[in-house]
């Protein structure tokens, strides 16, 4: 079994040692990689039976490890295909590696250097593999997908012996000829983002857009070195709403950051209440080896993190449970993950809400169907086979 993990906060790295330990619990042979991988002796400490550690976009490494214990014959076709770690009907598309912002509460950069972005015609090539294979849904990825491009100056390479610059508007447009959904993850809300909302409204590409906004106070964005104000990012998304009115926007925030103030606090609460973002995840903040801002005066106590995370939550959860109300009566087009379970546009896999619908429908994980609406609740939609 292979456990992919997260080590950049300390929440997330109690989790992954978790999972390793449910992992070897239920299959006791285990192979670890992400980003924990590059923490070796802690996971051995609390875990001295795993097979093998891996640092993150290790896929080799993976894949030694893996045969050194599961040995099998070479497969010529299938060793050329990107190891999948998803159900058959999505997968993730990474087109870069890297990032060249400094954020002072992220370690990315240390562990991961520089954007570097693949080719366009790599990238594309990966996409169709995986759209051949029977692939529904791309969800691309990367530590800044808007990025794109910016390392090699929008080179021009190719597609099918096609010109096509390395920039996320042109390959969201080749994306979109693909026929399923395309996802946009991880995407900085830099002014040519807005290029890409047209592509959106016309049905190319998934009207969805993750974007990691993590707070909306100046001050608390200064000290975190964010390439965003709060006040353009309101007129951005106003502007995005009038190109493509179904656009769902998801972000993620951090709470307790050192130095923040109730005043800073309630500005990040204004925002949420006129953002009106159709999903929304919060976290503590909490101290990364190697950060810049572990040296931050003023820290915040671990009550009123606590506290704040809260209330934060529960100003979402009214704004998610008017948004999802205005759906009920409508029919939507759903990806079935399993049998009476699946997801609309709006709806990442893992990370956003679920529509519910009868099982006994007979449709089955990685077809479409379409799901007439009759309940909400305040993350997920609840209908019938229309």
């Not at 309101?234 to 005043?263: K, N, Q, Y």
């Amino acid at each position: 079994m292979i456990v992919n993990t997260c080590g950049f906060i300390d929440a997330a790295v109690a989790e992954s040692l978790d999972a390793i330990g449910e992992a070897l619990a239920e299959n006791g042979k285990v192979v670890v990689t992400g980003c924990l991988g590059v923490k070796n002796e802690l996971i051995r400490k609390n875990h001295p039976a795993v097979l093998a550690v891996t640092g993150p976009h290790d896929t080799p490494a993976v894949m030694n490890a893996v045969h050194a214990h599961l040995p099998r014959p070479h497969d010529p076709y299938t060793d050329l295909a990107p190891v999948r770690l998803t159900p058959p009907h999505y997968a993730y598309l990474k087109i870069s590696e890297g990032c060249n912002h400094r954020c002072s509460f992220c370690i990315i950069p240390s562990m991961r250097g520089d954007l570097v972005s693949r080719p366009i015609g790599e990238v594309m090539q990966e996409a169709e593999r995986l759209v051949s294979s029977g692939v529904k849904e791309l969800l691309v990825i990367s530590q800044d997908t808007s990025a794109y491009g910016v390392d090699v100056k929008y080179r021009t390479g190719f597609v099918h012996g096609k010109p096509t610059k390395t920039r996320m508007k042109e390959l969201c447009d080749e994306l979109g000829d693909l026929g399923v959904w395309i996802r946009l993850h991880y995407v900085y809300p830099y002014p040519h983002v807005d290029d890409v909302i047209p592509l959106m409204a016309e049905g190319k590409i998934l009207p969805y857009l993750d974007v990691p906004f993590q707070h909306a106070s100046p001050r608390i964005l200064r000290l975190m070195k964010r390439p965003a104000s709060a006040e353009k990012v309101l007129e951005r998304i106003r502007g995005w709403r009038s190109i493509c009115p179904d656009i769902a926007i998801r972000s993620t925030f951090i709470v307790g950051f050192p130095g923040e103030t109730d005043s800073d606090f309630s500005q990040l609460l204004d925002f949420l209440e006129e953002a009106r973002l159709d999903r929304v995840g919060c976290f503590e903040y909490s101290p990364v080896e190697g950060a810049a801002a572990n040296a931050l005066p003023d820290p915040v106590s671990d009550e009123i993190k606590a506290f704040r995370k809260e209330k934060f939550m529960k100003v979402q959860e009214k704004i998610s449970a008017r948004k999802l109300k205005s759906r009920i009566g409508k029919t939507i087009r759903v990806l079935v993950d399993e049998p009476g379970v699946g997801r609309s546009s709006a709806d990442a896999p893992e990370i956003d809400g679920l529509v519910y619908f009868e099982k006994s429908s007979g449709i089955e994980a990685g077809h479409f169907a379409g799901v007439r609406i009759e309940r909400a609740d305040q993350h997920d939609l609840f209908g019938r086979i229309a």
